[in-house]
């Protein structure tokens, strides 16, 4: 399998449908642990990238994901912005004047970019963050990787687990991050940004699911 710029777009448009489709109950879960904005920032930062995505002239998939970088940063300022614009940058120096990529591009772009996520934030696993459902994702799509299976199964694995360490978040005390004042009181709610994290997960497992 491998994937066209065009077919690479389409992917991250699709995660922007979801974020947009979850906007309300992303708001919803960080009213309960932080200030309730979470749904509104994402869909803020990922509509930027639609837009950016449409008019892109951007030839190569490394060029469409350091504008998605630069994008998400200038539209979202702070707390997720620069995680994720990290994360974007990472990947994107490794897609670097690729016009199609492969499935081992592809991994390896995740795999950059939650490194990306991981050093930006200084957040570990079981920290209450979206790390915790990266981190099992990225685990998740290394193992069936190495278990020799094709890429939209790789990633069905990957949102499965990111999903299910998202689940998680709600026996978790927050250890960093705004939320992490709440302690004890925020067990039993989910970690907003590992809710987002799981959506993203999924979306681009389903956009797989669809190109392939
Ligand atoms: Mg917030």
Same mark, same amino acid.
């Given at each position: 399998?491998?994937?066209?710029?065009?077919?690479?777009?389409?992917?991250?448009?699709?995660?922007?449908?979801?974020?947009?489709?979850?906007?309300?109950?992303?708001?919803?879960?960080?009213?309960?642990?932080?200030?309730?904005?979470?749904?509104?920032?994402?869909?803020?930062? $990922? *509509? @930027?990238? =639609?837009?950016?995505?449409? /008019?892109?002239?951007? %030839?190569?998939? &490394?060029?469409?994901?350091?504008?998605? +970088?630069?994008?998400?940063?200038?539209?979202?300022?702070?707390?997720?912005?620069?995680?994720?614009?990290?994360?974007?940058?990472?990947?994107?120096?490794?897609?670097?004047?690729?016009?199609?990529?492969?499935?081992?591009?592809?991994?390896?772009? $995740? *795999? @950059?970019? =939650?490194?990306?996520?991981? /050093?930006?934030?200084? %957040?570990?696993? &079981?920290?209450?963050?979206?790390?915790? +459902?990266?981190?099992?994702?990225?685990?998740?799509?290394?193992?069936?990787?190495?278990?020799?299976?094709?890429?939209?199964?790789?990633?069905?694995?990957?949102?499965?687990?990111?999903?299910?360490?998202?689940?998680?978040?709600?026996?978790?005390?927050? *250890?960093?991050?705004?939320?992490?004042?709440?302690?004890?009181?925020?067990?039993?709610?989910?970690?907003?940004?590992?809710?987002? +994290?799981?959506?993203?997960?999924?979306?681009?497992?389903?956009?797989?699911?669809?190109?392939?």
């Amino acid at each position: 399998m491998k994937l066209t710029v065009t077919e690479w777009k389409e992917l991250f448009c699709l995660i922007a449908e979801r974020i947009e489709e979850n906007k309300d109950r992303l708001s919803e879960l960080d009213r309960a642990v932080g200030d309730g904005d979470h749904g509104v920032t994402m869909s803020i930062g $990922w *509509q @930027a990238i =639609v837009k950016k995505l449409e /008019e892109s002239q951007g %030839a190569d998939c &490394g060029a469409v994901c350091k504008e998605m +970088a630069m994008t998400f940063l200038n539209a979202v300022g702070s707390s997720v912005g620069p995680l994720y614009a990290t994360a974007f940058l990472r990947g994107a120096s490794l897609l670097q004047g690729k016009e199609e990529l492969t499935e081992e591009d592809v991994v390896a772009f $995740w *795999q @950059a970019a =939650v490194s990306g996520i991981q /050093e930006r934030g200084k %957040a570990q696993i &079981g920290d209450k963050t979206m790390l915790d +459902a990266w981190l099992p994702a990225m685990q998740a799509l290394e193992q069936a990787r190495m278990q020799g299976r094709g890429l939209a199964e790789c990633m069905e694995e990957a949102a499965a687990a990111g999903e299910q360490g998202m689940k998680a978040t709600a026996l978790l005390v927050p *250890q960093v991050g705004r939320s992490s004042r709440l302690g004890e009181r925020a067990v039993g709610h989910l970690d907003p940004g590992a809710a987002s +994290a799981s959506i993203i997960l999924t979306a681009f497992a389903e956009g797989l699911r669809k190109t392939t």
